[in-house]
Nanobody, 126 residues
């Protein structure tokens, strides 16, 4: 059973950087798609970025192009979301997600992912 545990969230000032980590256990193949999503209370969960478990094929949505980067620790089952130049509107609970059979590997929809972590809170103050 695949399990995902996020870490690295916190409270920062606007303009600061944070790196979120997703620790993965129970991997059974090398073809997973990994995604990052975020959600604020009262709103739908929205996609942030995605990449293959190898760390290649990174895709980003409009609001984070140039600010966020996804990567993987080589030799470790840890997937990262590096967030730079954070803005107050980036405040949200951030979730790591995975799916073993999603070759397009985008964050168009939460329904393309079958495994989710419990989230890590990011708060950005102005």
């Amino acid at each position: 059973q695949l399990q995902l545990v996020e870490s690295g969230g916190g409270s920062v000032q606007a303009g600061a950087s944070l790196t979120l980590s997703c620790t993965i256990t129970g991997l059974t193949s090398s073809s997973y798609c990994m995604g990052w999503f975020r959600q604020v209370p009262g709103k739908e969960r929205e996609g942030v970025a995605s990449a293959y478990i190898s760390g290649s094929g990174g895709r980003y949505v409009d609001f984070d192009v140039g600010r966020f980067t996804v990567s993987r620790d080589k030799g470790k089952n840890t997937f990262h979301l590096q967030m730079n130049r954070l803005k107050p509107e980036d405040t949200a609970m951030y979730y790591c997600a995975a799916d073993p059979v999603y070759p397009r590997c985008t964050v168009e929809s939460v329904y393309n992912y079958n495994y989710w972590g419990h989230g890590t809170q990011v708060t950005v103050s102005s």
